[in-house]
């Protein structure tokens, strides 16, 4: 048994299971990525849908990232743990304690 996640973080993409640290592992080898948090964003026919938020390294044109990252994450992931919406920050994604801030984002 491989334990990836917390339960509560497991995300259910029309009744298929997402862990986020797979995905945000995929993004991180994407280039130009500091940081990244996934998490589950509510949708009326999935029921959920894979969100995720971007921390660049370096300023980059919003919609060319986003083109980017969804592309190299359509070569090595299955089609629903492919995150459907990208937003991009530009602050930390970590608690004062070092921990993932995945609901408040």
């Given at each position: 048994m491989k334990i990836l996640g917390r339960r509560s973080e497991i995300i259910n993409v029309g009744g298929e299971k997402v862990y986020p640290s797979e995905v945000e592992d995929v993004i991180l080898q994407a280039g130009n990525v500091a940081d990244v948090t996934v998490m589950g964003f509510p949708n009326p026919v999935m029921g959920m849908v894979v969100k995720a938020i971007i921390l660049p390294m370096t300023t980059e044109d919003p919609s060319v990232?986003?083109?980017r990252i969804?592309?190299?994450?359509n070569t090595l992931l299955e089609g629903f743990k492919v995150p459907m919406l990208i937003e991009i920050s530009d602050h930390a994604?970590?608690?004062s304690r070092f921990k993932k801030i995945r609901a408040a984002l």
């Open positions: 990232q986003r083109a969804k592309a190299h994450c994604h970590h608690s």
